[in-house]
């Protein structure tokens, strides 16, 4: 497992990269919220977790941290999560520790998130492929959210 320290530098360099790649600003205040969600050593957290968590050291806003977030996102540091029923959570989690996590990706709007399946975790652990050893997995669903899923009349 990954320390929080290096994870720390892996997703300050992928911030680093889209900020370069997209010409904004590198603020004091984004690396700061970043290095609270490495605390959290891979649980998740929402926008008012941070919010509350931060106060203490750094008087922010709350738009401050959504803006941020919104910002993670686009970096593919964070994800959201999803319900199993498909709505999507105010709650974020560090896409370095998704490994072994299920994801999802709705192919029209290209929303993502990820679950956990203890079945199917096991069954791909005990998985025997010849000349092979897996030491990791990931599982990718794609298909239709909630939202973009139209009502059908014929049901
Ligand atoms: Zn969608």
Redesign the pocket.
């Known amino acids: 497992m990954a320390t929080p320290h290096n994870i720390y530098s892996e997703v300050e360099n992928m911030l680093r990269e889209y900020i370069k790649a997209n010409n904004l600003r590198l603020t004091q205040e984004r690396l700061l919220i970043l290095q609270q969600i490495c605390s959290y050593e891979g649980l998740s957290f929402s926008p008012e977790k941070l919010y509350n968590d931060l106060k203490e050291k750094l008087p922010l806003s709350l738009a401050t941290i959504y803006n941020s977030i919104d910002l993670f996102q686009q970096a593919k540091i964070i994800i959201p999560l999803f319900r199993q029923d498909g709505e999507r959570t105010n709650w974020y989690e560090l896409t370095l520790y998704q490994h072994g996590n299920m994801m999802f990706t ?6 993502q998130g990820s679950f956990k399946d203890a079945t199917i975790e096991k069954v791909l652990r005990n998985k025997k492929i010849q000349n092979f050893n897996a030491l990791s997995f990931s599982v990718h669903l794609f298909g ?6 139209k009502p059908s009349k014929n049901n």
């Open positions: 709705c192919t029209r709007c290209g929303r239709e959210c909630k939202a973009c899923r």
